[in-house]
């Protein structure tokens, strides 16, 4: 990567083992590259920042810059010669769809994701969350890990008891809908926990599975709490707690002594009826992580979970982990707009729009891409009107027109001959400079969205390289005007064919960017 390679040319030239921060300036007239390194070492040493920033440029030997500049109040901004970029193009046509693959890491990580109760079928609230950890599965499978998508399935406990008594309609129900009608009348009338059980298999066999492929998402596990208790893993956990001596009895219930491990209270483990709580069973399926050799779990939750962290960190302490080996990605929730108004939604009232309905409204691309511009830990306004509209207004649609503008020229102006030597100094222009910049950061996106669990950064990157392949598009000219016959025109078909591979690249990148996010890469629109 290129910011690696401007950090390892400051080390050469700082003596002071401190972290180095190599920031993307928005404006290039700030450079290319730009570091706060000075400002920091001004505090160590004592001195004025713009005096450090001088010394560590007039250090600074590396045939990679073009230009450096120092900036107050103590920035040291790098312009790259166009050779560099010119080169990383090359390595682009070179190793096309691997380009930005990390290196094939040990490191096991399983990301567990959506894994709704099976009551009813999934509504546009569990979308974010699904294709938030579908994307970000393929980012840290592009980086190198080892990735494992889980689904637990909530099939055991009192969720269960409240579906069975929703079918039966009796004075106990708390879901509404009309897929519980359907199943009123196929359902024999037994206990409210063996029509609950026999729902919630038809619920994931008819209605969750099948979206979840709609969504374009191929879970590796799909993980029964109920497996737990049949395997008896929920009793032995417990008994591993006893004689730990973090269990205790009070008011006739069994407590987990979750308070020794920084949690903000003890936790009921064994209600005073003797039914095991969901944190019983919770604990279990943590210990079963564990012991499936994962290096790091990822677990997506929605909003009305944030008491859930606390539980499970004093869970993993409690029984020997590495609570750092825990993450946590916390959905916010999305208001859905139509034509201006919020649709209002309520899975137990039986009002909300599944998943299946908005696919069919909006489309699977404009789905992903919408749900994934804004960061998952803040709240977002998902305008269906807007995902459907068919124009540059609409972000996905412009994203795809960039790409199939691209493609469209490649197909018309395919380079048949591979050994045609390409001279890559003619992209030397602000326009080419600008595109080649953008096009040779995925690298450095995918190691930030991997390194952040970050999949929106792809989202933003993708606006951004679209941007700048339509300027490129609209002021460059990239096949060479008429001529006269017998007129030469060698040197605009050499400037053209360097466009043509420049645009090669750009669809590589975008191919690579698509394929990630899981939307189409479209061949006319």
């Known amino acids: 990567m290129l910011k690696t390679k401007v950090v390892d040319c400051l080390k050469q030239v700082i003596p002071e083992k401190i ?17 706060n390194v000075a400002l920091r070492l001004a505090k160590l040493r004592g001195e004025n920042p713009i005096e450090i920033a001088a010394e560590i440029k007039s250090e600074i030997k590396s045939p990679l810059f073009e230009k450096i500049e120092v900036a107050e109040p103590g920035f040291i901004n790098f312009w790259l010669k166009p050779e560099v970029f010119q080169e990383e193009i090359k390595e682009i046509l070179k190793e096309k769809f691997s380009y930005a693959g990390g290196l094939e890491k040990k490191n096991k990580i399983n990301i567990e994701f959506i894994s709704v109760n099976p009551t009813g079928p999934l509504h546009i609230g569990h979308g974010r ?31 269960i008891k409240k579906l069975g008594h929703s079918i039966l309609g009796d004075a106990e129900a708390v879901y509404r809908g009309e897929y519980l009608e359907e199943m009123r009348k196929t359902l024999k009338k037994e206990t409210p926990e063996k029509v609950g059980a026999q729902a919630a298999q038809i619920i994931l066999k008819k209605m969750i599975k099948p979206t979840v492929k709609k969504m374009g998402i191929k879970f590796d596990v799909w993980f029964s709490e109920k497996s737990l208790y049949q395997n008896k893993e929920v009793d032995k956990v417990l008994d591993f707690l006893k004689k730990k001596k973090l269990i205790y009895e009070k008011d006739s219930a069994l407590w987990f002594s979750s308070t020794k491990f920084g949690d903000d209270k003890d936790r009921v483990l064994i209600k005073a009826d003797g039914e095991k709580t969901y944190f019983a069973s919770d604990i279990a399926y943590l210990k079963n992580k564990f012991e499936r050799g994962f290096d790091k779990l990822i677990i997506i939750l929605g909003a009305d979970h944030y008491g859930y962290l606390g539980r499970i960190k004093a869970a993993a302490q409690a029984l020997g982990y590495d609570k750092e080996k825990l993450v946590f990605i916390i959905i916010q929730l999305a208001r859905f707009l139509k034509n201006g108004r919020e649709l209002k939604m309520s899975k137990r009232a ?20 919408f749900f994934l511009m804004n960061s998952p830990e803040t709240h977002m306004d998902f305008d269906l009107n807007l995902a459907k509209e068919q124009s540059l207004k609409n972000p996905v649609y412009y994203v795809q027109y960039a790409a199939v503008r691209a493609q469209s020229i490649i197909r018309k102006f395919k380079i048949k001959n591979s050994k045609l030597k390409i001279n890559f100094g003619l992209l030397n222009t602000s326009e080419d400079i600008n595109l080649m910049r953008v096009l040779v950061r995925f690298p450095e996106i995918i190691e930030e969205a991997a390194k952040n669990y970050s999949p929106q950064v792809l989202v933003r990157y993708a606006l951004v390289l679209a941007k700048e392949f339509h300027n490129f598009y609209e002021k460059e000219r990239i096949i060479p005007a008429r001529r006269s016959p017998g007129e030469s025109r060698g040197a605009e078909k050499d400037l053209m064919l360097s466009r043509l591979v420049l645009i090669q690249a750009t669809q590589i990148i975008f191919k690579n960017l698509f394929d990630l996010l899981g939307i189409k890469l479209l061949s006319k629109m």
């Open 350 to 369: 039986g009002t909300y729009v599944t998943v299946d309905e908005l696919l069919v409204e909006v489309g699977l691309d404009a789905a992903r891409f």
């Open 129 to 159: 969350g699904g294709f938030c950890g579908d994307v970000l599965a393929n980012i840290l499978e592009k980086a190198g890990y080892q990735i494992t998508r889980e689904y637990y399935l909530n099939d055991a406990g009192e969720q």
């Open 19 to 35: 972290p180095i921060e190599v920031l993307i300036p928005e404006n290039d007239k700030f450079g290319h590259y730009a570091t």
